[in-house]
C-alpha cells in the first residue's frame, strides 16, 4: 500500500513561485511514474505534470515552461516546481502513483491534495 502526503500550498500573487512535494510511505516509488493533477472549482480534474520511473516528463500545454516535475528516489519524493504563477493555476493539487504513467488518472494511490491559491 502507498500513502501519499503532498505539502507546499499557500496563497501567491500573481507571477509568484511555490514548490509542491509529495512523499510517500509503504513503499519505495523508483518504480512508479508519479503525477501532479489539479482541481478546480466547477471543473474536472486535470493532469499538470507526470514523470515516469525512467525521469521523462509531460506537461498540460498550460503549464509548459513554467511549471517543473522532478523526483528523488532516495528522499521518495517528487516535486513541482511552480513559476509564473497565473491566478487561473488556482485549484487543489493532488499527487498521484501508478505503475503505469498512462492510467495514473485511474491509480488507487492519490494524495490528499493541497490548497494553490494564486490572487491577481
Known amino acids: 500500500q502507498v500513502q501519499l502526503v503532498e505539502s507546499g500550498g499557500g496563497l501567491v500573487q500573481a507571477g509568484g513561485s511555490l514548490r509542491l512535494s509529495c512523499t510517500a510511505s509503504g513503499r519505495t516509488l523508483s518504480s512508479y511514474a508519479m503525477g501532479w493533477f489539479r482541481q478546480a472549482p466547477g471543473k474536472q480534474r486535470e493532469l499538470v505534470a507526470d514523470i515516469t520511473s525512467g525521469g521523462s516528463t509531460n506537461y498540460a500545454d498550460s503549464v509548459k515552461g513554467r511549471f517543473t516535475i522532478s523526483r528523488d528516489n532516495a528522499k521518495n519524493t517528487v516535486y513541482l516546481q511552480m513559476n509564473s504563477l497565473k491566478p487561473e493555476d488556482t485549484a487543489v493539487y493532488y499527487c498521484?502513483?501508478?505503475?503505469?504513467?498512462?492510467?495514473?488518472?485511474?491509480?488507487?494511490?492519490w494524495g490528499q491534495g493541497t490548497q494553490v491559491t494564486v490572487s491577481s
Open positions: 498521484a502513483a501508478d505503475l503505469v504513467v498512462a492510467t495514473m488518472q485511474y491509480s488507487n494511490y
